[in-house]
């Protein structure tokens, strides 16, 4: 353990005489750098960090908080070139959670009791708010998940329908060995074309 004096620095070495951590005049932690910027600041080749709760079945937590009620709540992800290019934020006026890749926001759920998704907008007015173009797997009428309980209100595309998607078919009972791209949708016990 050393104390230096030109710096004020509490400097922590092993027994083979490598520096291994260090507490500066402002009072910030070096572990593995004697320049540290920030209150705790870890680096090393392969640097890793963990949190092992050994209680069986026990929580583990980390908490991240701010004093006062219109603070955000951030963790970057970065790289030599941009040291936040990635980020998730919780911005607790309005109370929302939002996702930043590549620099811009993604996606963004909403607080209060609505809980509203927004992807590419960052104000939902529904459960699910997509700014762009969906895509979802198209499947082969045999490929279909089995209609039940747990389908009810499903929707999906086949690309082997018998019959045209047209007016005149809607809410007929799908079936395949067609070559017809239609939507359909599941009541729970039967897929539907619409």
């Known amino acids: ?94 109370n929302s959670l939002a996702f930043q890749t590549n620099g811009s926001e993604r996606m963004r759920i909403i607080g209060g009791s609505d809980g509203y998704v927004g992807i590419g907008t960052t104000s939902p007015q529904q459960k699910l708010e997509v700014d762009g173009v969906i895509k979802q797997k198209v499947y082969t009428v045999a490929n279909l998940p089995s209609a039940s309980s747990s389908t009810i209100g499903a929707r999906a595309f086949v690309s082997d329908s018998y019959y045209p998607f047209s007016s005149s078919y809607l809410g007929s009972q799908i079936s395949g060995s067609g070559s017809n791209f239609s939507p359909v949708y599941s009541d729970g016990s039967y897929w539907y074309m619409g």
């Open 1 to 94: 353990i050393a104390y230096n004096h030109s710096t004020n620095d509490m400097e922590f070495y092993t027994l083979a005489g490598n520096f291994a951590m260090m507490i500066d005049d402002a009072q910030q932690v070096g572990i593995g750098t004697t320049s540290p910027n920030y209150l705790l600041d870890v680096e090393k080749s392969g640097a890793g960090m963990r949190v092992y709760n050994t209680d069986n079945n026990g929580n583990t937590d980390i908490h991240l908080r701010t004093a006062g009620t219109t603070g955000n709540s951030r963790i970057f992800f970065g790289d030599t070139a941009v040291s936040d290019i990635g980020s998730i934020i919780y911005r607790h006026n309005g």
